[in-house]
């Protein structure tokens, strides 16, 4: 049956397209910098906010008006896989994500979880062979059940780490079974309420161990996936160990796992962390840890994750400019982690979210690499930074420069020292006049 009998396959009709339902700069076979769109973007759709989001909130029950919600149990996982796929291939998008409990119901032990979840996977990977789409990344919920309540990898609770332990065994099993390309850790409860009760240390070491056991069985059963890990600062617990790109990379670097992870970074989760999305980028892309992107951003006035979906020109052209310059994003791709507005309950608002989202990502695609193309950043910065690239400067970068060879420079020009404008807002200004044009 169909879930979307009043939507179309979405296509690419142009910015003078007046069609809704249509995309107006997203053109998948469109080359830019040497290769078509759909090969530097990667879309994948998140089955949890798309198949299982309700638009609940703290305040009031779920909105959304889902034909697939009036089954239950199986059925209802088995109706989700129908309607997932039909989005999925109705928006063009050739990747999917999925934590295991969004695609199958836990029952009353860990066996009859694990053959729910054989039972889901067989299905999916049946839509997978007969459409083609891929899976991008799983990953396993180990934060909604309340054995979680103290964390799973950083519990304190060692029935608790083994559980979650056989989660991911799981987790990796499926992920080899269905091809998935990335396999994310997403630390949902890994983190501390206070630290009046807590063994920082045991629970650090706890989840490094835990990443070496994921690594091992990995390699045991032929899984190579790129393994990720996604940071995130709050929510739900106060301090989450991940707090943000350059926290994560510390925390990899101190436990020898630096080689075999790379970061899945979200918008959202930038800004709670007290940053913009490409700074975190940055930060990944100068230890060659970028991985993947969840494509969202979040409302500045509020001071939680709210998971809009992108459509922010000017961040998604500074995101693909800093993927542009990583050399593109490798296995990964842009998962839109994004959930429609609670008051966007039809099912034909998933089509316009995701239309949106996908179409911000073009044009920053776009502007980035006609900036990229006209070294517009790159000939700003070169200039503002070209006293290191003679004289003293050369010295410093060199390494040949000492303490005392530094003093008697400073001794030998002792005169009023002349700093050169940054232009901020002249560079800014540029950027407008980029997106601004066609």
């Known amino acids: 049956m169909s879930y979307f009998s009043n939507v179309a396959a979405i296509r690419f009709e142009g910015p003078r397209s007046t069609n809704p339902l249509a995309f107006k700069h997203y053109n998948p076979d469109e080359v830019v910098a040497g290769k078509p769109m759909r090969d530097h973007l990667r879309f994948a759709v998140a089955y949890w906010h798309a198949l299982t989001g309700t638009g609940s909130d703290p305040f009031g029950a779920g ?28 928006l063009n998008v050739p990747y999917f994500c999925f934590h295991d409990r969004d695609i199958a119901p836990e029952g009353d032990t860990l066996r009859e979880t694990n053959r729910n979840l ?15 789409v891929k899976l991008l ?11 979680f309540v103290h964390g799973a990898g950083t519990t304190n609770n060692a029935d608790v780490y083994a559980y979650a332990a056989a989660q991911v065994k799981k987790g990796l099993e499926v992920g080899k079974e269905l091809g998935a390309e990335n396999y994310v850790f997403w630390g949902g409860r890994e983190g501390y309420e206070t630290l009046l009760n807590t063994n920082m240390q ?48 510390a925390f990899l670097q101190h436990y020898g796992l630096k080689d075999h992870f790379k970061l899945n970074l979200e918008a959202n989760h930038a800004t709670l962390a007290g940053h913009t999305f490409e700074h975190e980028l940055r930060v990944a892309r100068m230890h060659g840890l970028l991985g993947s992107l969840d ?14 979906f992108p459509t922010d020109l000017y961040a998604t052209t500074l995101t693909m400019y800093e993927v542009l310059q990583n050399g593109g994003l490798g296995r990964g791709g842009i998962n839109f982690d994004a959930k429609v507005r609670r008051g966007s309950f039809e099912p034909e608002d998933l089509f316009h979210a995701h239309i949106a989202g996908m179409d911000a990502y073009a044009k920053g695609l776009k502007t980035a690499a006609k900036l990229l193309e006209d070294r517009v950043l790159e000939d700003a910065v070169d200039r503002r930074y070209a006293s290191f690239k003679e004289g003293v400067g050369l010295d410093i970068v060199s390494g040949k420069a000492t303490l005392a060879s530094l003093e008697q420079y400073a001794l030998d020009h002792d005169k009023p020292i002349r700093n050169v404008s940054g232009r901020q807002e002249r560079l800014k200004a540029v950027l407008n006049d980029y997106l601004l044009s066609e």
């Open 137 to 147: 990344w799983n990953t396993a919920n180990m934060f909604t059940n309340p054995r």
């Open 202 to 249: 045991l629970e650090l070491d706890n989840l490094a161990r835990l990443y070496r056991m994921a690594i091992d069985y990995a390699k045991e059963i032929g899984f190579d996936a790129q393994f990720l890990i996604e940071p995130k600062p709050k929510e739900p617990t106060k301090h989450q160990y991940d707090f943000d790109a350059a926290t994560t990379i």
């Open 63 to 90: 909105t959304a008006e889902r034909d697939w919600d009036r089954f239950s149990g199986m059925d209802l996982a088995k109706a989700r896989v129908e309607a997932a796929f039909e989005l999925i291939v109705k």
């Open 118 to 132: 054989d039972t889901i996977v067989a299905m999916i990977k049946e839509h997978m062979k007969s459409t083609g």
């Open 295 to 308: 494509a969202n951003q979040g409302d500045l006035l509020l001071g939680w994750d709210t998971d809009e």
